[in-house]
C-alpha cells in the first residue's frame, strides 16, 4: 500500500480508496461518491465569477509550466497541496476538495496536452484494485444556477475543453491552475473553488509532491 506525501507540514496519510462514479456531461448533476459528502465549488467560462480578494498576496501566473519537471512530465503521480495551507491537500471525491484525511482519490497525473495545457488524472491508493487503476479526469461542472462551478471526476476525454486544464509557474515550485481563464482558488465557504481573477493577484497556488511513477494504465 502506498503512502501518500503532502508538503505541507510533516503530514503523512494513506490514500483513500474512495472511487468516483465518472461523468461525461458537464451538464449533469454532481457525481455521487462513496467518500465523505463536502461542498466544493468551481467556475466555467459562462459562468458569473466570484469576486476576487483585493488583498491577496500570492502573485498571478507569469510564465508556462516548465516542460522539463517531472512532475508534469505525466509518467508521476503526484499529490497536490495548496501553498497557503498549513496541512491535507487535494481530492477527487464526487468533487474537488481540500480534505486532511484519506477520503477520494489523492493521486493525480497530470498528462501533457500540448503546450501549458494537460489532463489531470485522478487515481486511487495502489491496491491492485482495477477499479483503483482506471483514472478519473477534472472536468468543470456547471451546476446551472447561481452558485459557482465546481470540478468533478468524468471519463477522461483530451478533446473536451471542461477536462483541459492550463498549468502555469507562480513563484519557486508553485504553480496556478486554471481551465478557460477561471482558476482553481480557495475559498473559506466554498471551499475549492474555479473563479476568473482579472487583474487581481491570486489567492490560491499549488504545489505538486512525487509519489512515484505512474501506475498502468497511465494513459486512461
Known amino acids: 500500500m502506498s ?14 480508496s474512495a472511487l468516483v462514479a465518472c461523468q ?26 466570484a469576486s ?3 488583498s491577496s498576496s500570492t502573485s498571478g501566473p507569469s510564465t508556462p509550466a516548465a516542460s522539463t519537471d517531472p512532475v508534469l512530465s505525466g509518467k508521476r503521480e503526484v499529490t497536490i497541496v495548496r501553498v497557503q495551507a498549513t496541512e491535507g491537500g487535494i481530492a477527487l471525491d464526487g468533487e ?10 489523492q493521486l493525480f497525473v497530470p498528462t501533457p496536452l500540448g503546450g501549458d495545457t494537460y489532463l489531470i488524472k ?13 483514472p478519473a479526469c477534472w472536468q468543470v461542472y456547471n451546476p446551472g444556477n447561481s452558485g459557482p462551478l465546481t470540478v468533478e471526476g468524468a471519463v477522461c476525454d483530451n478533446n473536451n475543453p471542461a477536462q483541459r486544464f492550463t498549468i502555469t509557474a507562480s513563484g519557486k515550485r508553485a504553480y496556478a491552475l486554471s481551465n478557460r481563464s477561471a482558476f482553481l482558488q480557495y475559498s473559506p465557504t466554498r ?7 482579472g487583474d487581481a493577484p ?14 498502468r494504465p497511465a494513459g486512461g
Do not use: Q
Request: aromatic share 6%; charged share 20%; net charge negative.
Open 52 to 54: 476576487p480578494s483585493p
Open 202 to 215: 491570486l489567492r490560491s497556488t499549488f504545489r505538486f509532491v512525487d509519489n512515484g511513477p505512474a501506475r
Open 191 to 197: 471551499g475549492i473553488i474555479l473563479e476568473e481573477v
Open 122 to 134: 485522478a487515481y486511487g491508493r495502489v491496491d491492485y484494485h482495477p477499479a483503483n487503476d482506471e
Open 24 to 49: 461525461s456531461d458537464p451538464t449533469t448533476a454532481p457525481v455521487a461518491s462513496s467518500g465523505p459528502s463536502t461542498s466544493a465549488s468551481a467556475t466555467a467560462s459562462e459562468a458569473v465569477p
Open 96 to 105: 474537488l476538495m481540500e480534505v486532511d484525511d484519506n477520503s477520494g482519490r
Open 3 to 16: 503512502k501518500v506525501k503532502w508538503a505541507t507540514g510533516a503530514v503523512l496519510v494513506v490514500c483513500g
